[in-house]
């Protein structure tokens, strides 16, 4: 039913030095899904082991996807469908004179067709689907449709496979909280489930990183939850499980707080752990916070869903850069 994109499972370490250095009251594990692939890195990739299943099984050729500008499940759509012989055309929201760099850089370097759209036109991304396929079916194409960040209960089957590799890699008893970054919901929800059929007890906590309410979000998380029952997986849960939090999002979608910022560099400079700035620094410091609080003396895990790539488009924002022409 699934790829096997990512080559080996992704490794369970605790964080020492971050502990040490934030001296914090509590300890930390890591679970490094930015070690799924290289230009595949991070968390769709568990998703697309799945979707893209589904697409070959469905014989198609062509991938539609879409997401923001650096989008990171586009970029692992594109890299993924294309090591697999398939075409891909991405649709993504434009901001004002984007520089070709980061994932967008990657997009284009695998041959992915790149549609532009506003954020009004974005909004009626279904409406763009399906006239697109029907225009690319005329001429002879067959495609595969994959929503926003590949969050859909199949896709989310990645994470329940997620959580049964974690369940292998320590002792879930041990642990009090998982914690992930909340975008498009199919990871949350996907780990929440594989907790609960791997006999774990410990809380799901997501951080909402957009401008989307987090309850907006349970009820999509509910509702992927239900959807799984057509894929065999219904783990009993309790609507009170679903524990999506706001308060981290910061300015806006994409855009870090200067705590965010501050997060991602000393945590670079001092202990070479690295955050990216759409997701994983939004959702590690509000696992930091809510952790020394509710978890003191106590094992959280933390989720890192990857984003590396987010970092190569506005170095100023981490390091000084010369201004120097020479
Ligand atoms: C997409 C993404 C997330 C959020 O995952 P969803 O399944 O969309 O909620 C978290 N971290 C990174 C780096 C991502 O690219």
């Given amino acids: 039913m699934r790829l096997r994109i990512i080559k080996c499972e992704t490794p369970v370490t605790r964080l020492n ?3 040490e250095f934030l001296e914090l009251p509590f300890k930390v594990y890591c679970k490094h899904d930015e070690l799924t692939g290289f230009l595949t890195s991070g968390n769709k990739v568990r998703k697309l082991e799945f979707l893209l299943y589904d697409a070959l099984r469905k014989n198609v050729d062509t991938v ?6 650096q989008s990171n499940h586009c970029r692992a759509t594109a890299v993924a ?9 991405l649709f993504l929201r434009k901001k004002e004179d984007t520089p070709i760099q980061g994932n967008l850089l990657l997009d284009h370097m695998v041959g992915s067709r790149i549609e ?3 954020e009004e036109e974005y909004r009626d991304i279904d409406a763009i689907f399906s006239s697109e396929k029907k225009i690319a079916e005329s001429t002879g194409k067959k495609v595969y449709v994959i929503p926003e960040g590949g969050s859909n209960a199949l896709g989310a ?3 329940v496979e997620a959580a049964r590799e974690i369940s292998h890699q320590l002792d879930l008893d041990e642990i009090s909280a998982v914690y992930c970054a909340v975008g498009s919901v199919g990871t949350y929800a996907g780990m929440l489930a594989g907790l609960r059929l791997a006999g774990s007890k410990a809380r799901a906590l997501g951080i909402n990183v957009t401008a989307a309410s987090a309850e907006t979000h349970r009820e999509k998380a509910k509702a992927l939850l239900q959807e799984m029952a057509h894929y065999g997986f219904s783990p009993r849960i309790r609507d009170k499980e679903i524990e999506i939090l706001d308060g981290f999002q910061g300015p806006a979608y994409a855009v870090p707080s200067a705590e965010d910022l501050d997060l991602i560099r ?5 202990t070479a752990f690295f955050l990216d700035p759409v997701y994983t620094a939004k959702a590690f410091r509000g696992a930091l916070y809510t952790s020394r609080e509710q978890f003191r003396n ?13 970092l190569f488009q506005e170095p100023q924002k981490y390091v000084e850069v010369p201004t120097r022409s020479m």
């Fill in 157 to 159: 089957l990645g994470y």
């Fill in 266 to 270: 000393t945590l670079a400079k001092r």
């Fill in 64 to 69: 539609f996807t879409c997401g923001g500008i």
């Fill in 17 to 19: 030095a971050v502990e």
């Fill in 116 to 118: 532009y759209l506003t």
């Fill in 298 to 310: 106590k094992n959280i895990l933390f989720v890192h869903t990857g984003g590396i790539f987010s």
């Fill in 81 to 89: 469908a294309r090591q697999l012989g398939l075409d891909t055309v």
